[in-house]
T-cell receptor
Framework: GAVVSQHPSRVICKSGTSVKIECRSLDFQATTMFWYRQFPKQSLMLMATSNEGSKATYEQGVEKDKFLINHASLTLSTLTVTSAHPEDSSFYIC???????????FGEGSRLTVL | GENVEQHPSTLSVQEGDSAVIKCTYSDSASNYFPWYKQELGKRPQLIIDIRSNVGEKKDQRIAVTLNKTAKHFSLHITETQPEDSAVYFCAASTYRGSGYALNFGKGTSLLVTP
């Protein structure tokens, strides 16, 4: 099946620094990718919809200046958490829809810990 | 926007029994309803899905039913096994201006005891 790869799987950073997370569709082109955030024992919350070649669409309550999304190619979307703070510590998961099957595939997730 | 409610939040069953998880959604335009299984620290995995033109779908021990009039859908797992223990999420598609995205229920933590 289609594969979505996410990197890094774990990252620890100091408060105030920025962290970039990459999401790649390995064997299909994804014009649209989605970024979710998941707190421990909670559901996946949609943060934004990433569209290749255009600006991302953010969900209500998500700060676009804090969570920068870039979708420069049909196989890569990046999420940059700027000026990270401890409350940004979470599990971030990207996903992409296969144009062949319409199925949504998830990346492995990235666990961010901000000290 | 779309609101997906999922019940119960936790479910404990004996091995071999059936488990049922129910979800309701608010957006009548939603037309795609997948179910995901997530083990601790791992990515969600699609286990079954249903589209709005179908009322029921089955795949071995799991089945999903959809009632579009009532806007609810359910996951049924029969002959449960300990390896079925995980968190299960339902989701409903919703249009996001530039395409469809999924809104997830809060999840059901299923525990199957031997």
């Amino acid at each position: 099946g289609a594969v979505v790869s996410q990197h890094p799987s774990r990252v620890i950073c100091k408060s105030g620094t920025s962290v970039k997370i990459e999401c790649r569709s390995l064997d299909f082109q994804a014009t649209t990718m989605f970024w979710y955030r998941q707190f421990p024992k909670q559901s996946l919350m949609l943060m934004a919809t990433s569209n290749e070649g255009s600006k991302a669409t953010y969900e209500q309550g998500v700060e676009k200046d804090k969570f920068l999304i870039n979708h420069a190619s049909l196989t890569l979307s990046t999420l940059t958490v700027t000026s990270a703070h401890p409350e940004d510590s979470s599990f971030y998961i990207c996903s992409a829809i296969s144009g062949f099957t319409g199925e949504l595939f998830f990346g492995e997730g990235s666990r961010l810990t901000v000290l | 926007g779309e609101n997906v409610e999922q019940h119960p939040s936790t479910l404990s069953v004996q091995e071999g029994d059936s488990a049922v998880i129910k979800c309701t959604y608010s957006d009548s335009a939603s037309n795609y309803f997948p179910w995901y299984k997530q083990e601790l620290g791992k990515r969600p995995q699609l286990i079954i899905d249903i589209r709005s033109n179908v009322g029921e779908k089955k795949d071995q021990r799991i089945a999903v039913t959809l009632n579009k009039t009532a806007k609810h859908f359910s996951l049924h797992i029969t002959e449960t096994q300990p390896e079925d223990s995980a968190v299960y999420f339902c989701a409903a598609s919703t249009y996001r201006g530039s395409g469809y995205a999924l809104n997830f229920g809060k999840g059901t933590s299923l525990l199957v005891t031997p």
